[in-house]
């Protein structure tokens, strides 16, 4: 898995809070068990006209010429929140976001995200506020998010935000739950080679 370092990208501002997963991937999408497949479900509700899917809703921020081929998300306070599934992380990386900006997110799904290899971003509201602002008047401009400096830039405005320093490692490393494991795999060979016979 390759490491989160930097992103530069396109921002959708959904200017909506209290965006829950049920509204991020519906659950009538949530039979298959794999990751992919999901992000042309995403937003299902709010982005098609139709139940099938067939009928681009016009009105709907993710539909919108400009913002087509973004990879962050820009969002109110608690987004995420409602049921956990993790296939509202899956729906929204394989849409092609690989990072949210919120004032906060739901926990569950703040975990799920990052077990996903997305990275949410937590900054003040007045500090998304601001971003909002910036991306209504700056169609077509990319924002840089930096996860070793933990810095957001917009134009010349520069965003600093927090992250617990284990989540971050994994990001920067490309780790997930199998890479930690394998990165104690000689400990854990040792360990096994020295088990008493009894226990074996």
């Known amino acids: 898995m390759a490491g989160f ?11 909506a809070a209290n965006v829950d997963t049920d509204a991020i991937i519906p659950k009538q999408f949530l039979q298959a068990i794999t990751r992919v497949g999901f992000g042309k479900h995403l937003f299902h509700e709010w982005r ?3 139940v099938e899917g067939t009928q681009p809703n016009p009105d709907f921020v993710l539909n919108y010429p ?33 990072a949210m900006i919120a ?64 989540r971050r490692h994994c990001l920067l490393n490309g780790l997930d739950n199998i890479g930690l494991t394998l990165q104690h795999e000689a400990k854990i060979a040792e360990y096994e080679r020295n088990i008493p016979a009894f226990l074996r």
């Open 5 to 15: 370092k930097q992103l530069s990208g396109l921002v959708v501002p959904l200017d």
């Open 48 to 50: 098609y006209l139709d």
């Open 66 to 98: 400009q913002y087509q081929g973004s990879t962050i998300l820009l969002a109110r306070k608690n987004l995420g929140c409602g049921s956990s599934r993790e296939h509202a992380p899956w729906a929204l990386a394989d849409y092609g976001f690989k």
């Open 103 to 166: 004032p906060s997110f739901a926990d569950i799904f703040y975990n799920n995200s990052l077990n996903n290899h997305m990275l949410p971003v937590r900054l003040t509201e007045e500090e998304v506020e601001e971003l909002f602002q910036w991306v209504w008047a700056n169609e077509g401009k990319q924002i840089e998010i930096d996860l070793e400096t933990q810095t957001v830039k917009a134009g010349e405005k520069l965003y600093h935000f927090e992250i617990d320093e284990f």
